[in-house]
């Protein structure tokens, strides 16, 4: 199963590893702890809608910005068997590959613009990582020809 704060945690790292920010940098920022933000990009806690409205505000990003983002992800990890609710067979599936893999990716699924793979962490938790597709050189000859 998807957690929500795991994949808010996950777009909030994206959004400061890509602006190049230290943790400590965005905290000050925010007038959150240090550890608190660090949790919250870990997906350990769950922040309150001010704590993740002053967290998007350090980061110069708008919250419906984030919360779009995160729909996003979310969307095309519905449209994946199994990774949000766990079918009924799929869960002796999952363990017995949590076992021999130790958290593999599971599944990858795209629209053309953004890819999400799970990583099944357990039987009724997963990682969603979700990265934008960038487009390829036959991909912008189309776009160019059009």
């Not at 806690?45 to 995160?70: F, N, Q, T």
Request: include cysteine; aromatic fraction near 0%.
């Amino acid at each position: 199963m998807v957690l929500l704060r795991r994949v808010i945690g996950d777009a909030l790292r994206a959004r400061r590893q890509g602006q190049q920010r230290t943790l400590r940098e965005v905290s000050t920022a925010a007038n959150v702890s240090l550890g608190y933000l660090s949790e919250i990009e870990r997906g350990h806690k769950e922040p309150s809608s001010e704590l993740l409205a002053a967290i998007c505000d350090a980061l110069g990003a708008r919250l419906s910005e984030l919360l779009r983002e995160v729909s996003d992800t979310v969307a095309l990890a519905e449209q994946m068997p199994g990774v949000l609710v766990p079918m009924q067979d799929e869960t002796a599936d999952a363990a017995a590959m949590h076992k021999s893999t130790n958290r593999g990716v599971r599944q990858v699924t795209s629209d053309g613009k953004v890819a999400v793979s799970v990583r099944q962490d357990s039987p009724l938790k997963a990682t969603l990582r979700r990265t934008r597709v960038r487009p390829t050189e036959r991909d912008r000859d189309v776009v160019c020809a059009a």
